[in-house]
């Protein structure tokens, strides 16, 4: 497989806050220029709830925490839609997922009802009310494509997974974890390993077999022979086998939550992932408390549980005023889409949990 990416050298210069990146790392990313959200909330937007079985507005409040996936040559962005019920605070609203389609990756026309929702099925006891959140895209070798998803019912939350093959009528399967120990296991967040087949992020088998990276406290591995049915990998203990965790003084010192898909190059496998800094005594003190920032870790792509290396700095976090501040108070950038598309690659992320944005490599 070629390289996938230039030597720094010839990159254009690094963003203000990145940090030097190690050749096996995936960047740098800048923001367009004068860049703003590319999704924002359209309090107009109503939808037919089956649930309520009347019009709700289902993308008033927030849009963010998106997935992306290139399909027929354009860029396609699912993304979290919070509508105005419940109560006024994190996590009290019900969330659906949008979609959004794009030439450039910068402007978008969206559809205007959700295409993931809450429904009358057999997944609703668990995700009603609180919704759909959180999606992750994989493109399966056929074509087709999986989401993994947060399923939230206001009380508990596990992740979930669905397929489609045209990214607006999907097929709920339930928890990926369905027949072990670990279905309703309390967990979020999960990203399946893919690589470059032709300039499109395809998933990749690794002695024959798909891998998938999960977790929000730390991240854990679990690994599949068809991307639907999956099994956790556990350590000697029989508990999961834990990859990386919150590392103490670090701009991770509070939480490990997996991103995007991630990416097997010559390198070894790159997986993306979200970081929050304390609160306490443990937070690094150079990155605000609370703020979640992006960072990159290294998997061996003959051992997709051994750790080669990890960055010490986020090479991605809040600079804007739409990334600092919004329904999460101490900001974010909250990656969960990642794609290639004419040379470059392309990064969706959150914004403090109110907004979309992206950010780039230089065109080749």
């Known amino acids: 497989m070629p390289r996938l990416l230039p030597p720094l050298a010839l990159c254009l210069a690094l963003p203000l806050t990145a940090a030097d990146l190690p050749d096996w790392a995936l960047g740098p990313f800048s923001r367009p220029e004068n860049a703003g959200p590319v999704i924002e909330p359209e309090p107009a937007s109503t939808f037919r709830d089956p649930i309520l079985g009347e019009p709700v507005h289902w993308e008033k409040l927030h849009t963010f925490n998106p997935a992306a996936v290139l399909k027929d040559g354009k860029i396609h962005v699912l993304y979290r839609a919070e509508d105005d019920s419940g109560e006024m605070a994190i996590g009290r609203h ?85 027949g072990t120990r670990y279905e309703n296991l309390r967990t979020k967040s999960a990203a399946i390993v893919h690589e470059l087949v032709d300039g499109t992020l395809v998933a990749a088998k690794i002695d024959g077999r798909y891998w998938m990276y999960f977790g929000e406290r730390q991240v854990n591995l679990a690994s599949s022979t068809d991307l639907l049915h999956w099994q956790p990998v556990e350590a000697g203990n029989g508990k999961l086998k834990t990859l990386i965790r919150p590392r103490k003084g670090k701009f991770d010192s509070s939480l490990t939550e997996v991103g995007p898909q991630a990416v097997k190059t010559d390198n070894g496998i790159v997986l993306i992932y979200n970081a929050r800094n304390a609160n306490g005594a443990d937070r690094d003190p150079a990155h605000p408390a609370g703020v979640y920032g992006c960072g990159q870790v290294l998997f061996s792509a003959d051992d997709p549980a051994k750790v080669l290396d990890q960055l010490d700095e986020p090479f991605f976090k809040p600079e804007l005023d739409w990334e600092k501040t919004g329904q999460y108070a101490s900001g974010t950038t909250f990656a969960e889409g990642l794609l290639h598309h004419d040379g470059r690659w392309f990064l969706y992320y959150g914004c403090a949990d109110s907004f979309v944005g992206v950010a780039m490599t230089p065109a080749p």
């Not at 959004?100 to 809450?118: E, K, M, N, T």
């Not at 074509?143 to 939230?152: A, N, P, R, V």
């Open 94 to 178: 019900t969330s659906r997922l949008g979609l959004a389609v794009s030439d450039d990756g910068l402007d978008f026309q969206r559809r205007p009802a959700p295409v993931f929702f809450p429904a009358e099925d057999d997944q609703k006891p668990y995700e009603w009310p609180g919704g759909c959140e959180d999606p992750r895209l994989a493109t399966a070798p056929d074509g087709s494509f999986l989401i993994t998803y947060t399923q939230w019912n206001r009380k508990d939350f596990r992740i979930g997974i669905a397929k489609s093959d045209d990214l607006v009528t999907w097929t709920k399967l339930g928890s990926p974890f369905a």
